[in-house]
């Protein structure tokens, strides 16, 4: 049953992440990059990190995709014209991309053997009360400082999209 | 029994309950706001209207779908389909009632149980902005461009308020899991008090209701919040190029959102299943008086039949004698462990839904700038400041 | 690394990493191949995601909570992040009119 819903959601994930690659519109791109963050969510689940999977669709799918969602339509740019990118650089950024792809492959699988297995309820350490815990005593400094960074970020988009006057 | 089999059964119960539900609960907002306006509403449509959502569900069936040629297809198709799925699936964590043993399977009276459900309801209400937001860009026209902007802007808005009076509440519960809150509110104080959150220490949750009520109008798109879609601004708003199963749809996640909202304000404030008096002082017989109680108003509306509905002396009757029965229900002892919860978690869910049709019938709707500058300068401080004296107060309490 | 005759009822933790590395792949691939701007900058945010599956696969691995909250600052840097590159990219098409790469290769307006 794990192993079933390990490779549907992975299949999603990888169908959806090469539809963004493919597709010329970008509101198409943003909905398949939503389909890839729902089905990562579900595989956060399978690996016990039911937090981060709640998170990631808080976070993730529901507000910076709505946000590259609403500047899309606000530019309303429409879709992309022939690209006249150079075949040569197609032909061979794909093969150099997928030899990449099995080198990692292989590597992973040399460095991490078969039987480390994740099932599901494999790990319990990943519950709010753990994460909240380790947040607010381990990396307490990081928090602050991200929070920080959070209002930086904030001050800059409002001052970077103000209209000229 | 196999836990997907009796899964299946329970989601069969719920979705059933819940659609249908759905469909009355538009009869039920017509015939209320006609009567708070001082006419009969629905009446024809069987008696008393009761049969009018089947007629609207076949008038909306039979209606030709249009898809405009300049419309983004796929997106188009996608934006009821997306709203309706993710208003529907919020019901999932809500616990109706306590783990109750039928005919020897001892279940939980409620779908799942997940120990981030307050987490799972905040991640569907903010991916239910993006139904709005394609349907109303997907339409390519501009009042439903407009009103999808101001619409999911406006729910972003106050998805802020509305996790902030979630959380207050979560600090005095210290976990996650709907059941476990509801459970945690069981019991009295003074034998007669109900524990529940809005009465509850360290600091009374009453504020954060009350935001938490302001944000769901907000972020269900009801007046006074609901400019996005009212017909004298906007046309339809979002929901303007739409017709048939897709209209039908928007309107059935907007009454799914409002049903979530209230399910989820009546766990995490009032009590969940928690009767409101002890059920040593009979709070178990409050349904059975109840249904008696309507039983001897059809009774009486029956015999007392007015000339033009000469009929109410056969029908009315008969309905009666059905409130009689159900009433019974309640006092059969196999049915009572599982009804009398529910009877309990429905009046109070239903008792919100009114509040928000009520409303609806009795004030005025903000204008757009307004609406947004009260969630930014005031219900967002607001909510901020209230979290803030709850976590101090209970960080000082649990010394 | 032998292909799987029948569904596991355990899955691998190579499986996630290799998933990773795919999806991390993508993203560079749509980050080098794409011209229009905006489907550059959700490739990046694939990538992010694939890194972010990388830190919790380990953290199941460690058997450790750190991974998750390594994962959590990330999304929030993403967060941060995307807020502040959708700001320039408004900034870019009101002065330059185009949402292509290619074409915003001048600094004179």
């Given at each position: 049953m794990q192993g079933l819903l390990f490779l549907t959601f992975a299949a999603i994930a990888v169908i959806c992440a090469i539809n963004l690659v493919l597709q010329t519109h970008p509101i198409s791109s943003a909905l398949s990059l939503i389909g890839v963050m729902g089905s990562l969510a579900v595989l956060y689940l399978l690996l016990g990190g039911e937090f981060i999977a709640a998170v990631q669709l808080i976070v993730y799918a529901g507000a910076i995709?709505?946000?590259?969602i609403f500047v899309i339509m606000l530019l309303n740019a429409g879709a992309e014209k022939r690209p006249t990118r150079k075949v040569l650089a197609t032909w061979i950024s794909?093969?150099?991309?997928?030899?990449?792809?099995?080198?990692?492959?292989?590597?992973?699988?040399?460095?991490?053997?078969?039987?480390?297995?994740?099932?599901?309820?494999?790990?319990?350490?990943?519950?709010?009360?753990?994460?909240?815990r380790a947040l607010f005593t381990q990396y307490l400094l990081p928090f602050e400082i991200t929070s920080i960074l959070i209002l930086i970020a904030i001050l800059g988009a409002v001052v970077l999209a103000r209209k000229e006057i | 029994m196999n836990f997907f089999i009796l899964s299946l059964i329970k989601t069969g119960i719920v979705a059933l309950a819940l659609?249908?539900?759905?469909?009355?609960?538009?009869?039920?907002?017509?015939?209320?706001?006609?009567?708070?306006?001082?006419?009969p509403g629905p009446y024809r449509?069987?008696?008393?209207?009761?049969?009018?959502?089947?007629?609207?569900?076949?008038?909306?069936?039979?209606?030709?779908?249009?898809?405009?040629?300049?419309?983004h297809t796929f997106a188009y198709l996608l934006a009821p389909i997306l709203a309706v799925s993710i208003s529907l699936i919020a019901i999932v964590v809500i616990p109706f009632g306590p783990q109750v043993t039928i005919f020897g399977v001892t279940t939980n009276l409620g779908l799942t149980d997940l120990n981030i459900g307050v987490l799972f309801v905040l991640a569907m209400s903010s991916l239910g902005v993006y139904g709005v937001a394609l349907?109303?860009?997907?339409?390519?026209?501009?009042?439903?461009?407009?009103?999808?902007?101001?619409?999911?802007?406006?729910?972003?808005?106050?998805?802020?308020?509305?996790?902030?009076?979630?959380?207050?509440?979560?600090?005095?519960?210290?976990?996650?899991?709907?059941?476990?809150?509801?459970?945690?509110?069981?019991?009295?104080?003074?034998?007669?008090?109900?524990k529940w959150n809005v009465f509850a220490g360290p600091f009374p949750q009453i504020?954060?209701?009350?935001?938490?009520?302001?944000?769901?109008?907000?972020?269900?798109?009801?007046?006074?919040?609901?400019?996005?879609?009212?017909?004298?601004?906007?046309?339809?708003g979002f929901h303007t190029e739409y017709s048939s199963m897709g209209?039908?749809?928007?309107?059935?996640?907007?009454?799914?959102?409002?049903?979530?909202?209230?399910?989820?304000?009546?766990?995490?404030?009032?009590?969940?299943?928690?009767?409101?008096?002890?059920?040593?002082?009979?709070?178990?017989?409050?349904?059975?008086?109840i249904h008696f109680g309507a039983a001897a108003m059809f009774f009486y509306h029956g015999v007392n039949a007015s000339k033009t509905r000469m009929w109410d002396r056969f029908s009315f009757p008969v309905l009666g004698v059905v409130f009689l029965a159900l009433g019974g229900l309640f006092l059969v002892p196999v049915l009572k462990p599982i009804m009398v919860p529910v009877f309990w978690f429905l009046a109070k869910a239903l008792f919100l839904v009114f509040v928000f049709v009520w409303i609806r019938g009795t004030l005025p709707r903000f204008r757009y700038d307004q609406l947004m500058r009260f969630a930014w300068t005031?219900?967002?401080?607001?909510?901020?400041?209230?979290?803030?004296?709850?976590?101090?107060?209970?960080?000082?309490?649990?010394? | 690394m032998d292909i799987p005759l029948s569904l596991p009822a355990a899955v691998p933790l190579s499986w996630f990493l290799i998933l990773s590395a795919i999806l991390f792949m993508l993203g560079v691939a749509g980050f080098l191949l794409r011209r229009n701007i905006i489907t550059v900058f959700m490739s990046i945010e694939l990538m992010l995601n694939a890194v972010n599956l990388t830190f919790v696969t380990f953290s199941y691995r460690l058997q450790k909570v750190d991974g998750h909250i390594y994962s959590f600052f990330v999304m929030v840097v993403a967060a941060a992040e995307a807020a502040v590159g959708l700001a320039i990219i408004l900034t870019v098409f009101k002065n330059r009119s185009t949402l292509e790469i290619d074409e915003v290769n001048s600094m004179k307006l």
């Open positions: 995709m709505v946000l590259f794909l093969p150099l991309l997928f030899t990449f792809v099995a080198l990692a492959a292989v590597l992973i699988g040399s460095q991490v053997p078969r039987t480390e297995a994740v099932t599901f309820g494999g790990f319990a350490g990943g519950t709010t009360l753990s994460v909240g | 659609l249908t539900t759905l469909a009355y609960l538009q009869w039920i907002e017509r015939k209320v706001l006609a009567h708070i306006q001082l006419r449509v069987g008696p008393h209207g009761l049969l009018q959502p089947l007629a609207d569900v076949i008038k909306l069936v039979t209606k030709e779908g249009l898809l405009p040629p300049q419309a349907g109303g860009w997907a339409s390519n026209s501009k009042y439903p461009l407009i009103g999808a902007l101001r619409s999911s802007a406006q729910m972003i808005s106050y998805e802020l308020p509305l996790a902030m009076a979630i959380v207050a509440p979560l600090l005095i519960m210290n976990t996650l899991n709907f059941r476990d809150i509801t459970i945690a509110q069981g019991g009295y104080w003074l034998g007669f008090i109900p504020f954060s209701f009350i935001i938490f009520l302001i944000a769901a109008f907000a972020e269900t798109n009801r007046v006074p919040f609901d400019l996005p879609e009212a017909e004298s601004e906007l046309v339809g209209f039908a749809s928007f309107f059935m996640a907007e009454y799914a959102n409002i049903v979530t909202v209230c399910c989820v304000g009546t766990v995490l404030f009032l009590g969940g299943w928690q009767p409101l008096w002890p059920a040593a002082y009979g709070s178990d017989l409050a349904p059975v008086a005031f219900l967002f401080p607001v909510a901020v400041v209230n979290l803030l004296v709850t976590s101090f107060l209970v960080a000082v309490m649990s010394k | -």
